[in-house]
């Protein structure tokens, strides 16, 4: 009778495509084409204490789970092996409390695995240069053309190879996304984190398209949960679940082993100021007052000149995590902010033909941080980074028009932008060519900060002073395991 019974199971399986999950113990293989899904916690559908009602960014516990989930992924799900992709949420397609902010959290869930992965690129020479192999996956969070969210602006580099998760599916570009990879038939391990919402309704088309009758969750059960469409042939496919069972502490992780810090010696010192009647400098109209501004470059991000991913490398995910206990008492902002992550870089390397990467780095920099003061995070998405304008309009966006006017702020940036933003705000205080000229920042410094006041009147000062205190020659490049 038992036989039977286990004789009509297979024939079932064998007429409607399904096969059952293997155990969620073992990892999937890597013949396969897998479909893994991470349900990044949001507002809505999330394991209590995971984000911030505030904020709607991931707490110090929502962080924890993301770093202990990164090792459970990498090992138990993967079996240690490398993903093929990592797609997760574009952030200013979800925005969410009363002051509209940007879904971080989705992001932030999938960095630390992202780290535990590794990418090969050539240096700045292109085809023909020596390959150098990072620590570090490059998280696909761009728009798809045609499909960019309200107030967010048109991108001039379109880039299909580097598109994200729209939350809401605008115009089915998520399914057209998943569509490309089965088309492709490529094995190995494809990576989606974003909230419940997309996630549920992503699999339960991709469960109609195959037409497999697969038991895909209809509800949610937390964010320990991992689900995986395995698909061995077309109409072949099996759910794998898997649950961690992670129970992560509600403080801010403590990194394995400490960080080394350092002086303030990275740039030579210097000190512009801009008083009203002094060497010809004048107050602009809609000069912003009492604002101070503190501008941070992305964490590490080049093991050699030229290499460039869009995200920064391990070592850089040590900076990350440490810059909360780093910048303690030198600086107390009262909202960070930093460039759409949807963006796209325009790299110079090769990878399985595809030169554009989301610019993820800075805003992955400042996360943390944000995270662990409880900070509003907001993304610049109504301009572009690769704008030729982008510094002025930087400048004039906040330092001028009142928005800033009594606040405190955090800004993650691309370094190489920080003195032409410099530039265009000293020159709107002098006369043409009369300004101040500010220096370049270096190449290989990672740690500095440079600090933009201006007082009740609007006078404005702009110094080097302050650094992270972080000794980049002595990060690991490994990342950090948690």
């Not at 490398?82 to 997760?88: A, G, K, M, P, S």
């Not at 050539?122 to 499909?147: H, V």
């Not at 909230?195 to 964010?223: D, R, Y």
């Not at 932008?417 to 290989?444: C, D, E, Q, R």
Request: proline share 9%; aromatic share 10%; charged share 10%.
């Amino acid at each position: 009778m038992k036989i039977r019974i286990l004789c009509l199971v297979l024939a079932l399986a064998l007429l409607t495509g399904f096969s059952p999950s293997p155990s969620p113990t073992i990892p999937l293989s890597a013949k396969n084409v897998n479909l893994i899904f991470v349900i990044s916690p949001d507002l809505a559908f999330q394991t209590p204490g995971d984000v911030n009602p505030d904020t709607a960014n991931l707490t110090n516990q929502g962080l924890q789970r993301s770093l202990l989930l990164a090792g459970y992924l990498k090992q138990q799900v993967l079996g240690g092996k490398n993903v093929n992709r990592i797609y997760t949420l574009e952030p200013m397609t979800h925005l969410q409390t009363a002051k509209k902010l940007p879904d971080m959290a989705a992001m932030g869930f999938i960095q630390q695995f992202s780290m535990l992965n590794q990418i090969s690129l050539t240096a700045l020479g292109g085809y023909g240069s020596p390959f150098i192999t990072a620590n570090s996956y490059p998280l696909n969070a761009s728009y798809a053309p045609g499909f960019v969210p309200s107030g967010v602006v048109t991108p001039t580099l379109i880039c299909p190879g580097c598109q994200g998760l729209d939350f809401n599916d605008t115009g089915g570009k998520n399914e057209a996304l998943v569509a490309a990879i089965l088309e492709i038939n490529y094995p190995g391990y494809y990576v989606f984190s974003a909230p419940w919402e997309t996630t549920s309704s992503l699999m339960a088309n991709i469960n109609k398209k195959l037409g497999s009758n697969l038991a895909v969750p209809e509800t949610f059960q937390g964010s320990n949960y991992v689900y995986a469409i395995s698909i061995t042939a077309p109409k072949s496919a099996s759910l794998v679940t898997y649950n961690s069972n992670l129970k992560p502490s509600s403080t801010y992780p403590v990194l394995p082993s400490p960080v080394a810090s350092t002086k303030c010696i990275a740039q030579k010192p210097f000190s512009f100021s801009a008083t009203d009647g002094m060497n010809n400098a004048k107050i602009p109209a809609g000069a912003n007052t009492n604002e101070t501004f503190y501008m941070v470059r992305h964490a590490e991000a080049h093991p050699v000149v030229g290499w460039d991913n869009g995200s920064f490398v391990a070592a850089g995910q040590w900076r990350a995590l440490a810059l909360p206990n780093f910048l303690r008492g030198k600086i107390s902002p009262t909202e960070v902010y930093s460039i759409d992550p949807a963006q796209v870089t325009n790299a110079t390397q090769i990878i399985a033909g595809n030169s554009d990467f989301s610019y993820v780095r800075p805003s992955l920099t400042v996360e943390p941080y944000a995270i662990a003061n409880n900070l509003p995070f907001y993304l610049v998405s109504e301009f572009e980074l690769l704008n030729p304008n982008s510094p002025k309009l930087t400048s004039e966006k906040f330092f001028s028009g009142g928005a800033f006017s009594n606040k405190t702020v955090l800004l993650a940036w691309e370094h190489e932008h920080f003195p032409p933003i410099v530039t265009a705000l000293l020159a709107s205080y002098f006369p043409a060519n009369s300004a101040p000229k500010v220096p370049g920042w270096p190449g290989a410094d990672y740690d500095t900060i440079w600090t933009v006041k201006l007082d009740a009147k609007g006078n404005l000062t702009v110094d080097n002073a302050l650094c992270e205190g972080i000794d980049s020659a002595k990060l690991p490049v490994a990342a950090p395991r948690f």
